[in-house]
């Protein structure tokens, strides 16, 4: 990472390509009818810095893009656009549903963003720059980086729906571990809405916001990702609702099978507990006990003991209590 934080600076052409900038310093060479989209590491002190004392943006922007524990929201100011935005975090070894956070500021002839982690719909948009398919401008730059956010959260979305359709085949052995794996995905729902439900909130009112430079066609583009994000938020909805169905059902499976143990215990208790009664008595160490003269009295004690335990269990058949 440059400790300057620049991931990087490229200068839009008006046709859909670019060309790449050096860093900062090769700012002046831009064509001030160009737009410029620079792109920072928020969490590298020295894109904080720039964003103080170089960047000439007016007082207390800095501060917002900077600001920790934001929500997708947007706020004009003049003719410029300030837009909170979050994306599915697809690297290596990290959750989906801990969302980055994209900072977006806009202005007719320039476009700041920050991350603090890599996202990859600011990659697919740059990409499309390179291939000479990208944005125009900052309307369309919007409008792009929105659908490319929507494209990547769509097969997360789809997923956790296959995953909660596999919990209904859960065999009684794997049920400790489902409950927890099922937890763990209800976990994931909750937090993928928290993000994804303000997001579609604020692509739907971007239509109200001043700024000459949004066109009508880069309006309606963000309409319909706010529709497709509405259909997110509804499909988690589901997928929350189904969830909470397949943990009733596992929990409904999990305390049948552990009634069925618990009345074979008390079956197994009620049908012994009068054999150790009289096992006990019987074997206590005073005199007077019957039959303690006789060879044959332990074989007609047993016998005793076995009439009783098939006079319980007819009893018990007979009530209907097995």
């Not at 103080?52 to 943006?57: K, T, V, Y």
């Not at 390179?130 to 929507?150: D, I, M, N, Q």
């Not at 047993?302 to 097995?322: D, N, P, R, S």
């Amino acid at each position: 990472m440059d400790p300057s934080g620049l991931i990087h600076v490229v200068e839009m052409d008006g046709k859909g390509g670019c060309r790449r900038l050096s860093g900062f310093d090769d700012l002046a060479s831009a064509d001030p009818q160009k737009t410029i989209w620079i792109h920072l590491d928020r969490t590298v002190e020295g894109s904080q810095k720039w964003l103080h004392e170089r960047s000439g943006l007016e007082v207390g922007v800095p501060q917002a893009l900077l600001a920790e524990g934001t929500r997708p929201r947007s706020v004009a100011v003049d003719h410029s656009l300030l837009v909170f935005l979050r994306g599915v975090n697809l690297n290596p070894g990290q959750a989906p549903e801990d969302m980055i956070s994209l900072r977006v500021w806009l202005e007719p002839n320039r476009i700041i963003t920050l991350r603090s982690g890599r996202l990859q719909a600011s990659a697919d948009v740059l990409g499309e720059l390179e291939k000479g398919t990208g944005p125009s401008g900052p309307g369309e730059f919007l409008a792009h980086l929105v659908e490319r956010l929507c494209e990547r959260m769509a097969p997360i979305v789809e997923d956790l729906d296959d995953q909660i359709d596999q919990f209904y085949e859960v065999k009684a052995e794997d049920q400790l571990e489902q409950r927890d794996r099922l937890s763990r995905l209800r976990r994931q729902i909750i937090s993928l809405r928290r993000f994804t439900a303000p997001q579609r909130d604020l692509l739907a009112a971007l239509h109200l916001e001043p700024v000459p430079w949004l066109a009508k066609g880069h309006k309606s583009r963000l309409r319909e990702a706010s529709e497709r994000l509405k259909r997110f938020v509804e499909d988690l909805d589901a997928t929350r609702e189904h969830a909470l169905i397949a943990q009733d059902d596992i929990d409904s499976h999990f305390s049948e099978q552990l009634n069925r143990r618990m009345y074979l215990l008390s079956m197994v208790a009620g049908i012994f507990i009068p054999l150790g009664i009289l096992t006990g008595l019987f074997g206590i160490n005073v005199g007077g006990i019957p039959g303690s003269d006789s060879p044959v009295a332990f074989i007609v004690f047993c016998v005793a003991l076995a009439l009783i335990v098939a006079g319980e269990i007819t009893l018990f058949k007979k009530m209907k209590w097995l």
